[in-house]
Every structure is written in C-alpha cells, then in structure tokens.
C-alpha cells in the first residue's frame, strides 16, 4: 500500500516538501489556509518542475506525473487519511502546537506526525499530542528540491518504530537523514545561526560590507554562499526566531540576535521574499 502524504502549509519550505514527495511518486495533498499561497506554492513546484525539465534530470512525463500526484486543501480536515503529515508552518511556537493538538484529533490513529521546524522541541511539541511515540522532526534543507539533507529528530518519546519509518521515507525521497537529538536548534542551525549572527554583528560594527563579509566566506571558507546573502535566503525573520528559540532554550547569550538583525525584521527588510535584506532583490 503507498503512503499517503499531506505537507501543512505551501509556502517556501512546504510546497517543496511536497514537490519531492509527489515526484518519489506519493500522494500528496498540500493543505494551507489560505488559496492564494496553494495557488503560488503550485505555481512554484511547475517552476522547478520546468527548471529540472530544462536540465533534463526529468523528462515532460515525470513531470505531468509528478503534477498529478499533488492535491491541495484549505481545510486541515484534507489530512485525515494521510499515513504522514509533515507540518511546514511558519516558525512560531504557539503556531505549531495549536496545528498539532489540531492533528492529533483529525490524523488516523497510527499516523505519524512530523516537524518541519528547524529549532522548536520535538518533545514539546509531540507533548501537545495523545501520540508522542510518533511524533517526529523531519527538517529538510532549503531549496528542498535540491539539498539532500534531511535531519531526523527524535523527541524524548519518539519510538523506534517512527524513526526508522521516517528514516526510510526520507531515503525514498532521495534523501540523506541523519539522527540528532532534540536539541534547540538541533544540529544544522545550533552551527549556522551562530556564524549568520556573527557576520551580522560584522556589519554593523563597520567590520566590513555585506559583500566583502560574504566574499571572505565564499572564497575564503568554500562556502556555496556567504553567510549574508544565505540569511536573506532563509529569511530574516526566521533567523530571528531560531535564534530566540535557542537564546531561550539553551541560556547562553552567544546566541542573541544582533540588535541589526532585530532592526532590519522591524523594518520589513527579511531578504528575498520582501525584495530587500543586507542585499536589494528585483
């Protein structure tokens, strides 16, 4: 029997999560409450679709397979016959506890429900459920199309049986998980946060341009991207909140957001997605 998939929300994360699941040829159902991001995270799975097509690593019917694997829902009720559901919301707290008490209630009974949360307890979140023991992180990097990382982590009640589900289902996506503990910021973020914040204080200490601090990365370090333009990627607001959730979580003060950061979110300036960050976006 083929897993069934629904991927709470559509937006930059959500709608490729569902992307790779659809194109590994799992039915999937991408829920949001709002139409016009379903219409936009759609639009966004026919561009890749269109780019992987242009590269010729799928051909035109890959493609219209993929496409017609791939429902969408505004109603959370579309998850109920789901086997996996991997929540995809926005990184706020309150946010993805209400989205799983809400799960817990409509999913079947043995599905398993999944995180896409890139530095919020596992365990927390699984607490706000009848079914800890399947409850799970599954954090897949971003663009997801392309980055072949997902960090599988367990929550303290997480069962044996999850993991190695989740495990699996990552491997079938071409994926490579790997195990970490719930942690703040678990392992991908608890490294990157730290060195986004710091090029940050860079800037504005006078230490040096955004480009000249990303060249120096870029070249100097190999990275694919400097630390800068990488955060105007992610989005600043997202850099903001995993770093709160790790400065509260884990107390040590190394992890505040630079008061730069916090002014650049107030301004509206969250990087790509608003058309200005450390860098101006067409």
């Known amino acids: 029997m083929t897993e069934s998939i629904a991927v709470i929300g559509a937006g930059q994360m959500g709608n490729g999560i569902a992307h790779v699941f659809a194109q590994a040829s799992f039915p999937v159902t991408m829920i949001d409450v709002a139409q016009s991001a379903l219409d936009r995270g759609r639009a966004t799975i026919e561009k890749n679709l269109d780019r992987q ?18 429902k969408v829902a505004t109603d959370l009720g579309a998850a109920a016959g789901a086997s996996l559901v991997v929540e995809a919301a926005t990184e706020n707290v309150a946010l993805k506890y209400k989205i ?34 399947r409850v799970v992180g599954m954090h897949f990097m971003n663009p997801v199309p392309v980055m072949k990382l997902v960090e599988i982590i367990r929550g303290l009640a997480t069962s044996d049986e999850t993991t190695a589900k989740v495990v699996s289902l990552a491997t079938a996506l071409g994926k490579t998980p ?25 800037v504005m200490e006078g230490v040096g341009t955004p480009e000249a601090i990303d060249t120096v990365m870029h070249l100097g370090m190999n990275h694919p ?3 800068l333009t990488l955060a105007d990627f992610i989005g600043l607001d997202t850099c ?43």
């Open 53 to 70: 097509l242009k590269k010729g690593s799928i051909d035109q019917a890959a493609k219209d397979t993929t496409l017609s694997n791939l």
């Open 100 to 133: 799983f008490g809400d799960l817990d209630r409509i999913a079947q009974p043995d599905a398993i429900l999944a995180s896409n949360t890139s530095s919020i307890s596992i365990t927390e979140i699984a607490a706000k459920t009848g079914r800890p023991d």
């Open 178 to 202: 790997v195990e970490v503990s719930d942690y703040p910021g678990f392992v991908a973020n608890r490294i990157l946060m730290p060195m986004i914040n710091e090029a940050v204080y860079c």
């Open 225 to 227: 991207m400097g630390p």
């Open 240 to 282: 903001v909140a995993i770093l709160e959730v790790m400065h509260q979580g884990l107390g040590d003060p190394k992890y505040r957001p630079c008061p730069l950061l916090r002014k650049y979110v107030a301004a509206g300036w969250l990087g790509r997605k608003t058309g200005r960050g450390f860098y101006k976006y067409a």
